[in-house]
């Protein structure tokens, strides 16, 4: 049966639209049933509504404490089968992850477990590393600390800035995703103490 996901956001939503593209061109069987955001403005939103999907801002603002902030997160995500964070800037509470307990997936800028938390990419500039990229991976208690899922590698040169590097990552993020997602989708993955086993 097809996996439905919510998909957490709190910005432009670019990796969102690889998401809703890789399942509109057949590859990625899944079922989005809610995008939600913690920013009302976000253009992400937009973004979902223009392909027709429920788009819903949880606004962070509106709560008194994170407690009830996810309670709001949980009302709308429903009976969902996995959550997707996709650019979504907040951090969440040990029991929200419980609740989705391995069934919660990111994508981060950086390959970890270098350059955790924000700015992946301006860390990895700074920082001078000859490589970059991005990894996706199941969302544990830690920030970005999560078993690996997968990764991908970009070169990073002496002229790049923070955006030029940012760039060249956000392309593999754009294909990393959907390829996780769609692992994930079809039940290949098999998380074994840290590690992800892929296979059929
Ligand atoms: C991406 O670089 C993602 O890895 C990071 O935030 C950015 C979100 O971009 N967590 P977008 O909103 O998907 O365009």
């Given amino acids: 049966m097809t996996k439905k996901i919510g998909?957490?956001?709190?910005?432009?939503?670019?990796?969102?639209?690889?998401?809703?593209?890789?399942?509109?061109?057949?590859?990625?069987?899944?079922?989005?049933?809610?995008v939600i955001s913690d920013m009302p403005g976000a253009f992400a939103l937009?973004?979902?509504?223009?392909?027709g999907l429920?788009?819903?801002a949880v606004d962070r603002k509106?709560?008194?404490?994170?407690?009830?902030?996810?309670?709001g997160l949980n009302e709308a995500l429903g009976d969902v089968d996995g959550v997707v964070l996709a650019g979504f800037m907040r951090i969440l509470s040990g029991e929200f992850i419980e609740r989705w307990h391995h069934r919660i997936i990111n994508i981060h800028p950086?390959?970890?477990?270098?350059?955790?938390?924000?700015?992946?990419?301006r860390q990895a500039n700074d920082?001078?590393?000859?490589?970059?990229?991005?990894?996706?991976?199941?969302?544990?208690?830690?920030?970005?600390?999560?078993?690996?899922?997968?990764?991908?590698?970009?070169?990073?040169?002496?002229?790049?800035?923070?955006d030029t590097l940012a760039a060249r990552?956000?392309?593999?993020e754009h294909a990393a995703l959907p390829e996780a997602l769609k692992l994930w989708a079809e039940d290949k993955l098999t998380i074994i103490g840290r590690k992800v086993k892929i296979g059929g």
Avoid: W
């Avoid at 957490?8 to 809610?34: C, F, M, T, W």
């Avoid at 937009?46 to 392909?51: C, H, N, P, T």
């Avoid at 990552?169 to 593999?172: D, G, H, M």
């Fill in 62 to 71: 509106a709560y008194a404490n994170r407690a009830s902030f996810e309670t």
């Fill in 110 to 121: 950086a390959l970890l477990p270098s350059f955790p938390g924000m700015h992946g990419q």
């Fill in 169 to 172: 990552i956000l392309e593999q």
């Fill in 7 to 34: 998909i957490l956001v709190s910005g432009r939503g670019s990796n969102l639209q690889a998401i809703i593209d890789r399942i509109k061109d057949g590859y990625l069987p899944l079922e989005i049933s809610v």
């Fill in 54 to 56: 429920k788009a819903v």
């Fill in 46 to 51: 937009e973004r979902a509504r223009q392909s």
């Fill in 127 to 162: 920082y001078g590393t000859k490589v970059a990229g991005c990894t996706v991976h199941f969302v544990d208690a830690g920030t970005d600390t999560g078993p690996i899922i997968i990764q991908k590698v970009v070169p990073a040169y002496f002229e790049d800035d923070e």
